[in-house]
């Protein structure tokens, strides 16, 4: 069993933790946290807590939950660590994971230089096979790169442009916002199309953002320019094959973010979550060289798959294809035309 730490158990770091601990060949060590607070009183049911340092230790000491040690006491009986923490944390955890001699993967909202490669199943599994330190790129990144990927495969990209109408924050957060604004990213291009570079062979990449007072889902509107020239009828069963692309349809009354959020509690997933990138079958357009979609996002999942699979490529103990296989069968992951 590859034996898992998760750093940080928030919006990503809780559900890298179940799913871990979803799959047949790995197992979660423990969970590390800052505080005591509920969401810590809750993981306590299914796993071993510890604290981020000794400060945070004396925390635990003092509430009504103990912590069983620290972060490096943890590191200790484990193969590989999920970095979950909060933007910026992770360049200082590094420095840690280095000493202990111990493989990490960090989230999109650390730079790329932090690690030897950024990581998407579909798009470059294989550039993380045997590394030490792996970055899974954003939501939006992962999404893009998913559906793209699938259309380098198909029929070769020379260009991408994509207009990212991004949530505000996720719904647990009450701090952020705009709540009643429109905020458009004000640099072109966004860091998106720079961040899909890191992970998909293309020419160009142009990308802008616009953010809207939203918790449920992004919404991606994608332009491409293909290597050759492409029919209506050839996009029909475009993402058919994809196990983490779900094809949707307004006539089925899936017309908005809110149903698609409404459709993965229908499925019965926990939290409701949505690891699949839905794409609208309406939007799909073909005409010559171009292909245009508009595709949705959840943000607090469609990493997830992405960071299992990262650890077996780091680990060197699956393949592309079985390890996809195994993370989509353990998440019911399966796609739907």
Same mark, same amino acid.
């Given at each position: 069993?590859?034996?898992?730490?998760?750093?940080?158990?928030?919006?990503?770091? +809780?559900?890298?933790?179940? &799913?871990?601990?979803? =799959?047949?060949?790995?197992?979660?060590? $423990?969970?590390?946290?800052?505080?005591?607070?509920?969401?810590?009183?809750?993981?306590?049911?299914?796993?071993?807590?510890?604290?981020?340092?000794?400060?945070?230790?004396?925390?635990?000491?003092?509430?009504?939950? !103990? &912590?069983?040690?620290?972060?490096? !006491?943890?590191?200790?009986?484990?193969?590989?660590? *999920?970095?979950?923490?909060?933007?910026? =944390?992770? #360049?200082?955890?590094?420095?840690?994971?280095?000493? @202990?001699?111990?493989?990490?993967?960090?989230?999109?909202?650390?730079?790329?230089?932090?690690? #030897?490669?950024?990581?998407?199943?579909?798009?470059?599994?294989?550039?993380?096979?045997?590394?030490?330190?792996?970055?899974?790129?954003?939501?939006?990144?992962?999404?893009?790169?998913?559906?793209?990927?699938?259309?380098?495969?198909?029929?070769?990209?020379?260009?991408?442009?994509?207009?990212?109408?991004?949530?505000?924050?996720?719904?647990?957060?009450?701090?952020?916002?705009?709540?009643?604004?429109?905020?458009?990213?004000? $640099?072109?291009?966004?860091?998106? $199309?720079?961040?899909?570079?890191?992970? %998909?062979?293309?020419?160009? &990449?142009?990308?802008?953002?616009?953010?809207?007072?939203?918790?449920?889902?992004?919404?991606? *509107?994608?332009?491409?320019?293909?290597? @050759?020239?492409?029919?209506? !009828?050839?996009?029909?069963? %475009?993402? +058919?094959?994809?196990?983490?692309?779900?094809? *949707?349809?307004?006539?089925?009354?899936?017309?908005?973010?809110?149903?698609?959020?409404?459709?993965?509690?229908?499925?019965?997933?926990?939290? $409701?979550?949505?690891?699949?990138?839905?794409?609208?079958?309406?939007?799909?357009?073909?005409?010559?060289?171009?292909? +245009?979609?508009? =595709?949705?996002?959840?943000?607090?999942?469609?990493?997830?798959?992405?960071?299992?699979?990262?650890?077996?490529?780091?680990? =060197? !103990?699956?393949?592309? #294809?079985?390890?996809?296989? #195994?993370?989509? +069968?353990?998440?019911?992951?399966?796609?739907?035309?």
């Amino acid at each position: 069993m590859i034996k898992v730490a998760i750093n940080g158990y928030g919006t990503i770091g +809780r559900r890298v933790a179940d &799913a871990v601990r979803a =799959q047949k060949d790995m197992s979660v060590a $423990g969970i590390v946290k800052r505080k005591p607070d509920y969401v810590a009183t809750e993981a306590s049911r299914n796993y071993r807590i510890f604290a981020s340092d000794k400060e945070s230790l004396k925390s635990f000491a003092n509430s009504n939950l !103990e &912590a069983e040690g620290t972060m490096e !006491e943890l590191m200790d009986d484990v193969d590989i660590i *999920v970095d979950a923490t909060p933007e910026g =944390q992770g #360049e200082k955890n590094i420095n840690i994971y280095r000493a @202990k001699k111990k493989k990490a993967i960090f989230q999109g909202g650390e730079p790329a230089t932090l690690a #030897e490669a950024s990581f998407n199943a579909y798009g470059n599994f294989v550039d993380s096979w045997g590394k030490d330190y792996v970055r899974v790129v954003s939501c939006n990144t992962t999404a893009m790169a998913r559906t793209v990927s699938v259309c380098i495969e198909k029929f070769g990209v020379r260009k991408v442009e994509a207009t990212i109408i991004r949530r505000a924050t996720d719904p647990n957060d009450s701090k952020k916002g705009p709540i009643n604004a429109i905020e458009p990213s004000l $640099g072109f291009p966004s860091h998106h $199309g720079p961040d899909l570079k890191t992970v %998909l062979a293309i020419g160009e &990449a142009n990308t802008v953002a616009v953010k809207v007072p939203t918790t449920l889902m992004h919404v991606h *509107v994608v332009n491409l320019t293909l290597e @050759k020239p492409i029919a209506q !009828e050839d996009t029909l069963d %475009l993402f +058919r094959d994809y196990g983490r692309i779900i094809s *949707v349809s307004g006539k089925d009354g899936l017309t908005s973010t809110a149903q698609l959020m409404d459709l993965g509690k229908e499925m019965g997933r926990k939290r $409701g979550d949505m690891f699949e990138i839905p794409v609208w079958k309406e939007s799909i357009y073909a005409y010559n060289d171009n292909l +245009r979609y508009i =595709q949705a996002v959840h943000q607090e999942s469609d990493v997830v798959p992405e960071n299992i699979d990262a650890i077996r490529s780091m680990l =060197q !103990e699956k393949d592309r #294809e079985t390890s996809i296989g #195994e993370t989509d +069968r353990a998440l019911e992951i399966r796609g739907k035309s």
